[in-house]
């Protein structure tokens, strides 16, 4: 394949490759990026490399590998800048904002360029669903805390209230409903689409603020405010969107796409070092 531009700016193309730069081994500067798909400022440009990072986090790969910080010799130590892997450019750009043309660009870019080896490479969508299935696991181990610090005894019902609440069904009803047959160490949460999961995310998030706001105890209680922080959810779902949560599609469960992120990972390090040893030969 030959040069590939991944965005559009002023009217001229300009191509990620050539603002590679090589210390035994290719990396782009995070600045140098920004431009690329279209930001202004820096420190807006770091809340989507702090998400980036965090799924690097999430599929258990080095952070200092892929995301190497360039502080500021001032007394601060403040963060100026990063030295980007091709893996952390494509999560950055996976992470940007899809709105922008040059994102667009750049996401297209790494697909095609996944597509020179094999597909392993995924949607944006996908990438996302990887960062907020995080911060749901996250947000279910301190909610889980806070509803048995609050006296609940049987945190499988005060759960399953909670989804009777947003989905109007039960938890197992759901499964069935959404055409699922999980395995026992499985969640439905893992099969959820972006959308899908950033609402539970919400649900979560304010039963657990709702429970410590209002100081409530007792399984009872606690399971009718999981129901009720449910319905709400489901209530704002259908005035904003017409959508319904159980009628959501289910997609390819997130374990495999963390998986295959990791693949691609390796084949982005695989072509890479490949253009190192044909540079050596025309040396």
Request: with cysteine; aromatic share 10%; charged share 30%.
């Amino acid at each position: 394949m030959g040069k590939s531009e991944i965005s559009e700016i002023n009217g001229s193309y300009e191509s990620f490759e050539d603002y590679a730069k090589n210390n035994g081994g290719p990396f782009w500067l995070a600045s140098d990026l920004m431009a690329l798909l279209g930001y202004k400022d820096f420190n807006s440009f770091k809340k989507v490399i702090n998400k980036a990072i965090g799924v690097c986090s999430i599929l258990d790969i080095s952070i200092e590998d892929n995301f190497q910080q360039i502080k500021s010799e001032e007394g601060k130590n403040k963060v100026v800048n990063y030295r980007l892997t091709r893996f952390a450019c494509y999560l950055t750009s996976m992470n940007a904002d899809v709105r922008k043309p040059q994102v667009a660009a750049a996401q297209t870019y790494f697909i095609s360029l996944a597509e020179a080896f094999r597909k392993y490479i995924q949607e944006a969508e996908d990438v996302e669903r990887v960062y907020i299935r995080g911060e749901v696991t996250q947000k279910v181990s301190t909610l889980s805390g806070a509803a048995k610090e609050a006296g609940v005894v049987d945190y499988a019902l005060f759960q399953n209230a909670g989804y009777r609440g947003m989905y109007n069904m039960n938890y197992r009803e759901l499964i069935q409903y959404k055409g699922l047959n999980l395995m026992q160490n499985k969640s439905l949460l893992d099969y959820m689409g972006k959308e899908e999961l950033a609402a539970n995310l919400f649900r979560f998030t304010q039963t657990e603020a709702k429970i410590r706001n209002e100081n409530i105890h007792g399984q009872k209680p606690l399971e009718k405010v999981a129901e009720k922080v449910g319905k709400k959810v489901r209530q704002t779902m259908r005035e904003i969107s017409g959508q319904l949560p159980e009628d959501l599609p289910i997609t390819e469960d997130i374990t495999k796409v963390r998986s295959e992120l990791k693949k691609t990972r390796r084949e982005f390090r695989k072509l890479d070092a490949g253009k190192r040893k044909q540079k050596k030969k025309k040396g």
